[in-house]
């Protein structure tokens, strides 16, 4: 029955008891088809004991009771409830702005479903998405994981999937039951379900008063088998949603042939648990329109009015739904920190950027150091490496197996690992797969190490010089184009001006790099390194840039032109003829 008419019945709960005579009304109702014949019995002639009853029914049998009240000239009674009668009507039940019935929303907040936040943007292929793999729970238990980063959007996304009348009704008539678990232990994860089973039970009481209240379990063993004769036995066919599960053992707990839906950070979590499963991916961000809306909708304006910080705040962030709702909050607040809030993004100063009252961590850094907590101490390290990638570039694994002197195979597991907790990801268009971070997690990375960056460097370039002691790669793959093209940024950013020195004043690096990314990159790093360059020798940076202009259309051809011939054409003056002349001398010597 809905609030508001069950908030009635309550309120004239003691003029109704002790007014009416139960047994008139009954036979009404019993013709209605909202009581039985056995409950008849059990009430006959107790007004109260009906009003019991009725509060565990629904809109139909308050609408009947008003219809008794009236026939049986209970008027007065009968207009106490009248403000309260439940339109039921398709209109009605079409009525919520959410899109969900009053059904649907009786049976959410009975299982504890959250509501749509304040402001809310929908994102329909996502939800459908969802809505398609529970509809495969329709005729079997299983689980259905909804994966994605912190703050994607997941819980809001699962909480979204539920609101729908067919779905509830066809699937899961049992009802949906919503558990926020987060990041708990054994003994937590015990109270969790030790009230959950109390929910249950206590909801399976009201609707038959025959069926008792239990002790609440007092082992995890006790209480899976609790909640496994509970899904089982009172309410077949419901859906158990498991909000933000972080661990496999804890997933356990639940596996007990029921349907479940989970959200996550690691897609990985329900290989630990038996039965038919899929899996939805979250993206990481909203579309620029979905998320300027968001922000529109904050401060109450309208999207094409926005002023343009705003689009710059959702590049920014690439979409992320709580960045972009903890801003808007904010903005709510100080409608004019437009300029404010987007240097803050910038500058990553993440812990300037409050909580929204819906999320449950304190600010996005605390949202993203979670997520790498929960990795081992050893992963934990490997990732922090991760740092000194530069925003928008994706890597192979073999470039992390030099860096971290691994096997391609361990990394591979590694990567698979980040990957799942959602820490990282993984462009599969490409083979071998490339591997990239979100921008957040990157500036959260480089915020939380911001002192160790330089070191961070410095390893990078050691494990290069380490594997390629004997000269640099030279196949073209994707490793090999990562190090022309890097090598001297972590370089520069390791402060080892000293090797970035020797590196780029050296011919043979100049022809293989030109040999294989072309001339424009080595062109642009004598430019972009040109500060720290000239600290050593303006003069000789000068010959090889003067080399490199003058001869760039050269290198461009295929069949590569022979980079000696083309350097002794230099002034004998320049570093560049200088190392030219040695190295033909020495294949003179060569023969
Ligand atoms: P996750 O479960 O992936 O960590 P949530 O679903 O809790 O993320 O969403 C984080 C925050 O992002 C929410 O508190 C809400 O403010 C915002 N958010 C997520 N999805 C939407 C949406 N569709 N519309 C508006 N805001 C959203």
Redesign the pocket.
Known sequence: MEEGARSCLLQSRSSLEQDIRASYLMDHMISDGVLTGDEEDRIRKQAAALLELLLRKDNQAYISFYNALVRESYGDLASLLHNSLPLVSPEAEKSFSDGGTRYVQAVLSEGGVPQR?V?????PALVNRVREKLYRLQKEPGWVTVF??????????AA?AVRDHALITECFPGGVHWLSIGQLDRADLLVRIQSLCFRLEQQSQEKDPSSSLHRPPGSLEEAKERLRFLMLRRYPRSLLIL??IWDSSVLRAFDIQCRVML?T?DRSLADCVSGFKSEVA?ESG?EED?ALE?LALYVNGKPQRLPEQARSIVRECKGS??V???IG?LLREFPDRWAYYLHTLQQKKFKRIRK?S???YDALDQ?MAASIQVLSEEHRELYIDLTVLEKDVKVPAKVLSVLWDLEPEEVEDVLQDFVNKSLLFRDCHHRPYLYYLHDLQLDFLAEMNRSGLESLHTKVVRQYQQRYSQGPPTSGDEECLYWFRFLTYHMAKANLTQELYSLMFSLDWVRTKAQIMGPAHLINDYVEYGAILDKENSEVRGHFQEFLSLNGHQLEQRPFPDVVQLALSQPDSSEVYRQALLQAQERATRG
């Open positions: 936040p402001v809310f943007v929908s994102r994605g980063m912190a703050g994607s959007g997941k819980s809001v996304l979204e909000d933000d959200t950070r979250v909203l979905q968001i739904p709580l972009v709702s903890l909050a929204s819906s999320y449950d949202a």
